[in-house]
C-alpha cells in the first residue's frame, strides 16, 4: 500500500514552494518562481527512477516509465499542472494537518476568526475519520494541482518499486500556466509520444469528466467625453454610465452565482474606468456550441444597439475564443473513459461522471490530437483560504493511476 506519511511529506513538499502564475506576463513560465518547483520535480522524477526526463526552456517537464511487457501496449499519459491561481496568494503557504477529522468547524485562524465549517461547505462531511490538510487561513493550499502531481510522481515511484504490477509505457508531462490559460500552449504533444492521457485535474474523489465549456473572453471598450462637470450639458458623455447600460443588459441570472450543471453563463470579472473610458472583460461559457455561438451574438448585438441609440461609435468588443468542449474529441475514443470508470470500481470508488464547469489543459490537449479527460486530485474549494485535501482521496487517486496502467496492459495481451 502506499504510505500516507510519504504522501503527505510529498505534498507539503511542493505546497510550500510558490508558483502563483500571473495573466499580465508575457513569459513561459509567466513567472520566475515557477521554475523553483519545476526544477524540483525534473530532479525528483530522475532520482525516483524515471527514464528520458526532460524540462524545456519553458518548463514544460516530461518523462518515462518503460513498459515492462513484452506486447504491445499503447502508450498512455497522465498530466498536470504545478502553476497556483493568481486568484488568491500562494506565497508562504503554512499548512494544517488534522487528522481523524470529527466532522466539526476547523479553526484555520484563530486570531482572524477564518473557520471551515460543514455548515457552509457540507462535502466536508464526507470526510469524517480522514486525515484532512488545509491551509491556514491567509493563503490557498495548491492541491489544485500540486495533488495531482503528487500522486503521479507517487504512482510512478509506486510501479517502480512494484514491477510485479505489469503496465504499458507511460508518460507523465507537468506544466505551468494551466490556471491562466496556457497550460497546454507549448505543450509539444508529438514529443509526448502517448496514444492518450489523463489530467489529474478534478476535485472530490470519484470525478470522472470528459465534458467541459466551450469558452471566449471578451472585451468591452467603452469610450467617452470629458468636459469641465460646470459646463458639461449636452457635451459629457460618462462613459460608466454606459457600461452600467451593457451591464444591465446582459440576463441577469445568466451569470455564474445563479447557474449550475449543463447552464452557461455570462461573467463580468473586471471592470476599471473613469469618465473618458470604461473597460469591461467577461467571459463566456457554455456546453452546447450552438448556446455558445449565441452568447457571442448577445454581447455583438448589444453592441450594435447601443452605438445606433449613441449614433455613433461609443462601445467596442472585441471576442476571442478560448478552449473548446473536449466531448467532441474523447467520445470516438471512449474506451479511455471506460477504463478510468472500471479502475475506479475495481478499488471501490463511485465514480461521478460529470461535465466540468470550467476549463482543463485536457480540453486544449484534446484538440491538439491528445484525447485527455480528466481525473479527480482530491482536493475541495480551490483558488481561496478554504482549500483543502483529504489525504486518503490523494492516495486513492494514486492507486486508480496505477490500476489504469495495470488495466491497460491486461486488456491488450486479452486482444
Known amino acids: 500500500m502506499i504510505s500516507k506519511e510519504h504522501i503527505i511529506k510529498r505534498f507539503i513538499g511542493y505546497v ?34 524515471m527514464q528520458d526526463v526532460s524540462i524545456d526552456a519553458n518548463a514544460y517537464i516530461m ?7 513484452e506486447h504491445e501496449v499503447p502508450t498512455i499519459g497522465f498530466i498536470s499542472h504545478f502553476d497556483t491561481s493568481p486568484d488568491f496568494t500562494g506565497a508562504n503557504v503554512k499548512p494544517q494537518i488534522i487528522e481523524d477529522y470529527n466532522g466539526k468547524d476547523i ?28 491551509t491556514d487561513g491567509t493563503t490557498l493550499l495548491g492541491a489544485d494541482d500540486k495533488a495531482g502531481i503528487c500522486e503521479i510522481v507517487s504512482a510512478m515511484e ?28 507549448k505543450f509539444d504533444v508529438e514529443k509526448f509520444g502517448a496514444d492518450w492521457a489523463y489530467t489529474m485535474d478534478g476535485s472530490q474523489i470519484g470525478e470522472l469528466e470528459y465534458e467541459n465549456f466551450n469558452a471566449a473572453g471578451a472585451v468591452v471598450k467603452i469610450k467617452g467625453k470629458i468636459v469641465h462637470p460646470g459646463y458639461a450639458k449636452d457635451k459629457m458623455v460618462n462613459s460608466m454610465y454606459i457600461a452600467t447600460e451593457f451591464i444591465n443588459s446582459i440576463p441577469r441570472m445568466e451569470t455564474p452565482e445563479h447557474t449550475e450543471g449543463y447552464q452557461g453563463f455570462f461573467h463580468l470579472h473586471d471592470m476599471e474606468g ?34 445606433s441609440q449613441y449614433g455613433r461609435e461609443v462601445i467596442t468588443t472585441e471576442i476571442k475564443d478560448q478552449y473548446f468542449n473536449m466531448k467532441e474529441k474523447v467520445e470516438p475514443v471512449m474506451h479511455i473513459v471506460d477504463i478510468a470508470e472500471e479502475a475506479m470500481k ?29 481525473i479527480f486530485a482530491g482536493g475541495h474549494n480551490f483558488h481561496g483560504r478554504y482549500e483543502y485535501v483529504p489525504v486518503e482521496s490523494m492516495i486513492k487517486a494514486t492507486e486508480v493511476i496505477c490500476k489504469i496502467a495495470e488495466l491497460v496492459a491486461l486488456k491488450n495481451k486479452n486482444d
Open 63 to 69: 518523462a518515462t516509465l518503460p513498459s515492462n511487457v
Open 107 to 134: 479553526i484555520l485562524n484563530e486570531a482572524e476568526n477564518i473557520i471551515l465549517s460543514p455548515d457552509y461547505f457540507d462535502d466536508l462531511l464526507q470526510y469524517k475519520g480522514q486525515t484532512l490538510i488545509t
Open 16 to 49: 510550500t514552494i510558490d508558483t502563483e502564475s500571473d495573466p499580465n506576463s508575457k513569459t513561459t513560465p509567466s513567472t520566475k518562481k515557477q521554475w523553483d518547483l519545476a526544477n524540483k520535480l525534473a530532479k525528483e522524477l530522475k532520482t525516483i527512477g
Open 346 to 374: 475495481a478499488l471501490d470508488i463511485t465514480p461521478l461522471i460529470k461535465a466540468i464547469r470550467g476549463g482543463t489543459d485536457g480540453s486544449q490537449l484534446s484538440y491538439m490530437g491528445l484525447p485527455c479527460p480528466n
Open 158 to 185: 509506486y510501479l517502480i518499486q512494484h514491477p510485479e504490477i505489469k503496465h504499458g509505457t507511460i508518460k507523465v508531462g507537468f506544466t505551468p500556466d494551466e490556471e491562466i490559460g496556457r497550460g497546454a500552449h
Open 274 to 307: 473613469d469618465v473618458e473610458e470604461t473597460t469591461l472583460q467577461y467571459i463566456i461559457r457554455d456546453h452546447d456550441m450552438e448556446h455558445f455561438e449565441a452568447r457571442k451574438e448577445v454581447m455583438v448585438k448589444l453592441t450594435n444597439e447601443l452605438n
